[in-house]
């Protein structure tokens, strides 16, 4: 029995073998298996409405959601490894990052802006 219902997004892991999905009315992270067995969840009450997911070429998973942060998740998609921001991210609904220049960039419904920071 799949325990994510009502996700949003979805995104791969570079190697194929995981598949997250963010489960936008529960609050929470979903970490599949190829097969589709469920792997891990992720809550935090640092993830609100999760709307916002991408997995790095790296395999860091960024999530963001009404939270007004964007968080890093562990692959194996279980625990928060770090808040990266918080703030000025209202409505934010979708994040990626951007190898070329070292930068997250989410995009914000309320406010019809892009927010780009950049990572070291």
Known sequence: MLLCFAGW?????????????SSYGQ????????DG???????????????GLHVTPA???LVCGWSQNV????????????TLYTGEVR??????YCSTTSSIIV?????DTILVFRVE
Request: glycine letters at 8%.
């Open 59 to 61: 395999g860091q998973v």
């Open 107 to 111: 995009g914000h419904q309320c406010t």
């Open 9 to 21: 997004r979805c995104a791969v892991s570079p190697t194929g073998d995981r598949l997250y999905i």
């Open 37 to 51: 067995t469920l792997l891990a969840t992720f809550k935090d009450p640092a993830l609100l409405w999760p709307l």
């Open 71 to 82: 968080l890093q998740v562990g692959w194996e998609g279980s625990r928060k490894l770090a």
């Open 91 to 96: 409505c934010p609904l979708s994040v990626c």
């Open 27 to 34: 609050h929470k992270l979903c970490t599949l298996a190829r």
